[in-house]
């Protein structure tokens, strides 16, 4: 289907396609069980669940930008129930930017872009690396479902379907003309990665969490594919970064969630890897965290700290080092007695 014929059908959705999102009356019940038997009990009627598809994408390049864009499909009322104050504006108050209205069964958007820069993922645990598929070193151990749980979608990857566009002629017989089914919201989100999105979905849904190791800590069994496959058909919710999350309740003011992936990341710091952390982007960024491991290498790794603090600090560039100055002040106060 050529680009033209994309906008036409997305235009002739908007218009004649896409239902008026259900009220949500203020006093609905809004505990995740509740909604979810909600959302299903307007669907025998309406004859869709899903009305909404994200985009958020899995991978980074050594130059930071952000690409291979993946599909997470949602209904829309019980995110704008559970979120409002988020989803309401996101979804529903007007379709310019990264959002349009299109076959929610179609190709990647020729709308949106393959690859993004600048959209804070710099050192985002659950995008992936390119360099660690190359060189075999651990990642935050989603790679493989992300992988697997990606094979069977209808939606080809970012690429092909580039590539695709970039041929097309024009021909009434090319094979995405026959792209039917519910015409929906699709939505780019670009500050947040496929893993961290698919499990927030889940969480609205279910009021369920789980966070996957932080890359600094020592693992002795790495995850396998075969792990990965056996968790894609578990009702367990599916893993993505504390830190991530961490980034995406502060944005999105969900103090819940929030302490949730704080209390995560708390559990998961000991002496082998508090160096690692206190010294992280992540840790300069949020005064709550940064508070929370400096008490922690004073109260229960001052040994550890005070053995390796300086050989650390000393591998780190001048730009690194002002970037935590923060740190380093709470860390010479802690230590040297003020506290």
């Not at 792990?227 to 058909?233: D, I, K, L, T």
């Not at 944005?251 to 708390?266: H, M, Q, S, V, Y």
């Not at 560039?317 to 002002?322: E, R, S, T, V, Y």
């Amino acid at each position: 289907m050529s680009k033209s014929k994309t906008k036409a059908l997305s235009g002739k959705a908007q218009l004649h396609d896409v239902p008026e999102p259900v009220p949500i009356p203020a006093d609905v019940n809004r505990d995740p069980e509740s909604l979810l038997k909600l959302s299903c009990k307007l669907s025998l009627t309406s004859g869709d669940f899903i009305d909404t598809k994200f985009y958020a994408y899995t991978r980074r390049k050594s130059s930071s930008e952000v690409y291979a864009p993946q599909p997470i499909y949602a209904n829309s009322y019980l995110l704008r129930a559970r979120a409002p104050e988020y989803f309401e504006p996101l979804l529903l108050q007007g379709y310019g930017g990264d959002c349009i209205i299109a076959p929610l069964n179609g190709p990647f958007p020729d709308e949106f872009p393959v690859e993004a820069s600048g959209c804070g993922h710099e050192s985002d645990s659950d995008i992936e690396d390119d360099e660690q598929e190359s060189d075999g070193s651990a990642g935050s151990g989603l790679t493989s479902t992300i992988s697997f749980s990606l094979s069977s979608t209808t939606s080809p990857p970012a690429e092909d379907k580039k590539k695709g566009t970039d041929d097309d002629s024009g021909d009434t017989d090319d094979k995405h003309d026959i792209v039917t089914g519910n015409v929906g919201r699709i939505r780019l989100m670009r500050d947040f990665a496929y893993p961290t999105w698919k499990a927030f979905i889940f969480y609205l849904y279910t009021g369920d969490i789980a966070f996957a190791p932080l890359k600094s800590e020592v693992r002795t069994k790495p995850n396998s594919s075969d792990v990965a496959r056996r968790e894609n058909f578990t009702p367990s919710p599916p893993l993505c970064s504390p830190k991530s999350m961490y980034r995406l309740a502060d944005e999105l003011g969900l103090k819940d969630l929030k302490d949730r992936a704080r209390r995560d990341i708390e559990s998961k710091i000991s002496e082998q890897n508090i160096l690692v952390e206190l010294f992280s982007s992540f840790t300069a960024r949020y005064d709550e965290i940064r508070d929370m491991e400096v008490a922690y290498a004073h109260d229960s790794a001052r040994g550890a700290v005070t053995r390796g603090i300086y050989e650390w600090m000393s591998s780190i560039p001048p730009d690194g080092l002002k970037h935590n100055a923060g740190v380093i002040a709470q860390i010479i106060q802690r230590f040297g007695g003020h506290y």
